[in-house]
């Protein structure tokens, strides 16, 4: 017989969706949220990965097979021809790999050398201009060779071959017959490009590294691969030979593994994304759930069985959960389609992922519809476990002081344990020079104390709203009575007003971390750049101990050079160790002001004051303020360490001195080194400071003096890699601050039903609609202020913790402009969440007091 309990309680949810659907829209739109936030990052970190291997894999999609030469007969162009003539065999393309010196101008210039057919579906590259050598003597050239030589199709350039004595060179005159473009690898390093045959003549080299084989239709039986494993191997005895498909799994797993810190990272993001999503969707939607107790009491009242009220709310929540997350699973799949088309109209180069992640994409629906269901067993169990009168009064009565003070209780103990392990963490963290650190299994741990951290801050959000609104309401009160009355409702109930204002703080916490960890690390990044390539040009002693006096004047009187500066360096003796002592004013390296000082300053190097590098300060213990003592050619030199350097000195100083105090320790006058800009930006600034470095050099008594052109393309590129990733994981926890502002607008909405005969009696007593419109709206802000301020108090620390496993050495910055952008932006943002809910409430009629009272 039908249960007529079942058909009443199902009923009367129909019927509240039906009266009610903004309840179900906020809860489902929070879920689907959620999901979204999940299922995004999950596109977020195949992106990244796709991107990563892209970038480094080396074998086209066409290879079937490839072949490397093992312990017996190398590879030449005889033994291809035996494997073209194997049945089922496509094409043949041999490999092979060198670099040369480049002549004709004083400034030492390498080229790569890459074979490669440059037509067909086995070419790594692709002609941009020109034509590709079909002849000897000729080179094509990839766009970086191209802009850092001044190159174009009818170019010539000279390369420097040893002879077989390996004493000598020789100078080989090739022409530039095209520009192309790479589409296996980054194109970041200066490459020339030709056929094996005519590459091999100007290496020297009749053997290939390896031969890539494109073969027929896997439907002919003369292109099975077993058959045609064998044929290769009886064509070139010992050789070894793998399909295609298992190589560039190799390369993917090894672009991996090279990237393994950066993805470790996105690991991590993922992992808070998840904790986020969950928290974030689980809060609105038991702050949905929970203002329905009391139709819920109701239910019970006449006679709905607990067991039959609990079912239809999880059936409910599964149902709201399920649609909710296979729509934000489609909308994050269908956005993470876009970013790469988006981001390369930008100049930003990222990879598709190839398909659906159907497993994450499972999981994440299912964890929805599950997530939904558990946040709505606590208010039904909550009315299900009690008789109906009691129930009723719970709706009102709030907090209970027996669980105010458990859940304080469980507060301390989530701060105490998060505090435990931060300082665990702090205890171990890495020296300059520690090789063994496991950063990953840190960075977890590091993520657990922030857990811990921001559930004690739930468990503790009421007790720590008050004192943290008395703080930031100071001005609200003067303002008026709509200030003043904002800050009483926010205040009055810090129950409701913590439960959304911990969900704004995660977003904010996240948004500032990142933020603040890229701002580290950036700076950092700048530094190392300025310790690896301080300047374009750098000429340094070939055979002779210093360079010539006059060189540095020289160089600096053509205006194709800029910020020429010489310098000296000596060795010294630190305890028992060599050193080197530099007279390098660190305020000329290219872009000084990122050579930021760990302690003391690099503002002025007084006489007798000395900065010290990462690696000797740690070995010393020294900070600024100490001492040292040098030793230069048997004398004691006594220095007080005016700073000491986050990392490595630049040019390999370990102790920079004044000029005064190293010609007072002995060192000769003349500079051991010279370095210099070019006063322009751009290739073509670059290649005039050349030609005038070049003039310089060649004049009459220059002695040895050589000179090295730094290339930062790649550090550059490295830079703008760090910038893209961060900046979709900035996109991607930005969606919880979305989460968070969609929550402000449901409690909004909720109380602004649950509150009409306050705000009806607000309107009795003369406050006009458009004060009560204010007041709405500054409650909405001010959840956006706390959660701001919460969320930065956790963000901090933990950033500064983060950025000191990650890289021991990068200074902390904090980019307080963006911080303070972040904030206001979301002081706004969640006013604004509040407009509609304001806009009710200011329509409420003062007769709805009198109603209630009733």
């Known amino acids: 017989m039908r249960n007529p309990w079942r058909a009443t309680v199902l009923g009367s949810q129909v019927a509240e969706l039906l009266r009610r659907p903004g309840r179900f829209a906020a809860t489902g739109l929070s879920l689907l949220i959620a999901a979204f936030v999940v299922f995004g990052t999950v596109m977020a970190q195949q992106i990244i990965t796709a991107t990563v291997v892209e970038k480094f894999r080396g074998t086209p999609e066409a290879v079937s097979l490839v072949v490397e030469p093992g312990d017996g007969e190398a590879i030449g162009e005889d033994r291809l021809r035996e494997i073209r003539g194997i049945p089922g065999v496509t094409e043949v393309v041999g490999r092979l790999d060198g670099g040369s010196p480049l002549g004709g101008s004083a400034v030492e210039r390498y080229l790569d050398l890459s074979a490669d057919p440059g037509t067909g579906a086995l070419a790594h590259v692709r002609l941009l201009d020109g034509t590709y050598p079909s002849g000897p003597g000729r080179l094509a050239v990839n766009t970086q060779a191209a802009r850092d030589y001044d190159l174009a199709p009818g170019s010539s350039l000279t390369l420097l071959r040893p002879e077989p004595d390996g004493e000598t060179t020789r100078r080989v005159t090739v022409e530039v017959s095209g520009i192309v473009r790479s589409t296996a690898t980054n194109d970041a390093a200066p490459t020339g490009y ?3 045959p005519y590459l091999g003549d100007l290496l020297g080299a009749s053997d290939y590294s390896r031969v890539d084989i494109r073969t027929g239709p896997a439907s002919s039986g003369s292109a099975d691969p077993a058959w045609l494993t064998e044929r290769i191997r009886q064509a070139v005895p010992g050789a070894r030979v793998r399909s295609g498909d298992e190589v560039r799994a190799e390369e993917a797993r090894e672009a991996v593994t090279a990237a393994k810190d950066t993805l470790d990272l996105v690991t991590v993001f993922l992992a808070v994304a998840v904790g986020a999503a969950v928290l974030v969707a689980t809060s609105t939607f038991r702050i949905v759930f929970a203002r329905r107790v009391r139709q819920l009491a109701l239910l019970r009242a006449i006679g709905a069985t607990p067991r039959r009220l609990a079912a239809a709310l999880v059936v409910e929540g599964a149902v709201v ?12 799949w269908g956005c993470g389609r876009l970013v790469p088309a988006v981001a390369g109209r930008f100049g930003h180069d990222l990879s598709v992922p190839s398909g ?16 939904a269901v558990l946040a709505v067993l606590a208010p039904s169990l909550t009315a299900s476990r009690v008789s109906p009168l009691q129930a009723l009064r719970s709706a009102a009565s709030g907090e209970g002081p027996a669980r105010g003070v458990g859940r304080a209780l469980l507060g301390l103990l989530c701060a105490v344990g998060a505090a435990l392990l931060a300082r665990q963490q702090y ?3 890495p020296q300059p020079g520690d090789t063994d650190y496991d950063r990953f299994a840190a960075l977890i741990a590091v993520v657990l104390s922030g857990g811990l951290a921001f559930l004690a801050l739930i468990a503790l959000g009421p007790r720590l709203v008050r004192p943290v609104l008395s703080a930031v309401a100071v001005p609200l009160r003067r303002t008026g009575a709509a200030g003043r009355l904002a800050v009483a409702g926010v205040g009055g109930a810090p129950g409701r007003a913590a439960s959304v204002s911990v969900v704004v703080a995660l977003g904010v916490c996240l948004v500032g971390s990142t933020l603040t960890c890229l701002a580290s690390l950036n700076t950092y990044e700048r530094y190392r750049q300025a310790v690896e390539a301080p300047a374009d040009f750098q000429l340094y002693t070939r055979d002779s101990e ?5 060189l540095a004047a020289d160089l600096a009187a053509h205006p194709e050079l800029a910020d020429v500066t010489a310098f000296r360096t000596a060795e010294a003796i630190e305890i028992t160790r060599s050193v080197t002592v530099s007279d390098l004013d660190l305020g000329t390296v290219r872009s000084g002001v990122s050579l930021a000082a760990r302690t003391g300053s690099l503002d002025h190097l007084e006489p007798a004051h000395v900065v010290v590098a990462a690696g000797p300060a740690h070995r010393l213990g020294v900070r600024a303020g100490d001492r040292v003592t040098l030793t230069f050619e048997g004398r004691p030199v006594r220095l007080t360490v005016a700073a000491t350097l986050p990392g490595a000195g630049p040019y390999g100083g370990d102790f920079f001195v004044s000029a005064a105090d190293l010609t007072r320790m002995g060192a000769d006058a003349a500079p051991t080194m010279v370095t210099a800009n070019a006063s322009e930006d751009g290739a073509q600034g670059r290649i005039g400071a050349q030609r005038a470095i070049t003039d310089t050099l060649t004049g009459p008594q220059r002695g040895d003096g050589r000179v090295i052109a730094e290339d930062s393309a790649g550090q550059a590129d490295a830079s703008d890699d760090l910038r ?9 926890l930005g969606l919880t601050v979305l989460v968070a502002v969609a929550g402000v607008a449901t409690t909004a909405s909720l109380t602004v039903v649950e509150r009409g005969r306050e705000f009806g009696l ?10 009560v419109h204010r007041m709405v709206t500054i409650e909405c802000a001010l959840y956006g202020v706390l959660g701001g301020i919460l969320g930065l108090a956790l963000a901090l620390p933990y950033s500064w913790l983060v950025v000191r496993v990650v890289q021991t050495d990068a200074p902390f910055s904090v980019p307080a402009g963006q911080l303070a952008a972040v904030l206001a932006a979301l002081v706004l943002v969640t006013a604004a969440a509040g407009m509609v809910p304001a806009l009710r409430a200011s329509r409420t009629s003062p007769m709805v007091a009198v109603a209630q009272a009733e």
């Open 427 to 429: 205890a171990g963290l």
């Open 194 to 196: 030709a056929p094996g």
């Open 321 to 332: 959960g399920l649609l909710a997350g296979a729509a934000g699973v489609l909308a994050a």
């Open 546 to 550: 210093t360079l010539d006096r006059s």
């Open 762 to 771: 607000l309107r009795a007593l003369g406050l006009g609609g458009a004060a």
């Open 356 to 371: 659906l992640p159907a497993a994450e994409a499972v999981l994440t629906v299912l964890g929805t519809g599950l997530l």
């Open 724 to 732: 893209t990733m961060a900046t979709t994981v900035i996109m991607v």
